[in-house]
């Protein structure tokens, strides 16, 4: 029998500066002021800090190939609910649910190499990752995969429930397995980082069957676009006017109606970034943690 399904959450907009509340659909800069932010100390700064990370990221790479090790969970005991085992560790919002990292497309599981120490390091304790393959063809086929390892993770830890983090295409690929697949009986959250909810125009660029699926209006994005007559997974949207890779950058917003998915923006952080920024990494543990959901969408200016 599925769980009884949350109520609707709908934002509320109070009208802010330091950081913004926003509800409605990003509206478009004109061309003189989105030129003025991109030369911007923040916008200057972010791109000098994502050249930097890639680079580190090119360093890693290797090191992320290995697929990831599911550790066992220590409190697991044959027969107890996951709130009984709760009982048993110094945090227990954090020890309750599993955290299953996404990586993007043609990357691996090293591009979460800071987020994975620093959801330890507050309590998580179990943490692991998932690396599909570089040669995906097909969103609807890597959710299916996705849903496999949910269920092999659950069974391993005796949870019933996971938290999903995917980053760039691996929000998609975690979207679409609860939106569509019923991942939602398992998934408890997902939190999407740089994920092309509205596709990228730089899909155009790329004429092979997966990158076409990412285009603006593609047959994948319109069927994310049909009505949900249910989804009990809580879906945070955290995207960046400075997104190299999703254009517009308002697509990183997941807007579906029947949702009612929560849109964080963060100012001056670039695509790759998104996973080692210090603010996106406490957003996504109050989310995961439970306490940034009353939060309504909201703007987040990363520090010149």
Known sequence: MRPTRRPTR????????EPASHTTAAPEAAP?????????????????TELAWVGAHVLLYPLGARTEQL????????????????LFSADPLAARTPVLLVHGLVDNRSIFAVMRRSLRRRGFASVCSWNYSPLLRDVARAAQDLGAH????????????????????????????????????RVDSL???????GGSLLAHALPTPLVRQLRPGSPVLRELAEPVDRCDTRITAVYSDLDQLV???????????????????????????LPIHRGVLDEVALTLAGAGTAVPDRTVRAAA
Not at 35 to 43: E, K, M, N, T, V
Not at 71 to 86: E, F, K
Not at 247 to 268: I, K, Q, W, Y
Request: glycine content about 12%.
């Open 247 to 273: 254009l517009p950058t308002s697509a990183g917003r997941c807007d579906h109606p029947d949702l009612a998915a929560r849109n964080v923006l963060f100012r001056g952080v670039g695509h790759m970034s």
């Open 191 to 197: 939190v999407t980082l740089g994920t092309p909810h």
């Open 10 to 17: 709908r934002p509320t907009s109070t009208p802010g500066s």
């Open 71 to 86: 550790q066992p969970d220590r409190l697991h005991r044959p027969g107890q609910s996951p709130a009984v085992r709760a």
């Open 150 to 185: 949910i269920e092999r993770i659950c069974a391993q830890t005796g949870h019933e429930r996971v938290h999903v983090v995917g980053h760039s295409l691996g929000g998609l690929i975690a979207r679409y397995h609860v939106q569509r697949q019923g991942g939602d009986r």
């Open 32 to 48: 003189r002021s989105a030129l003025r932010s991109l030369c911007s100390p923040a916008a200057l700064t972010g791109s000098l």
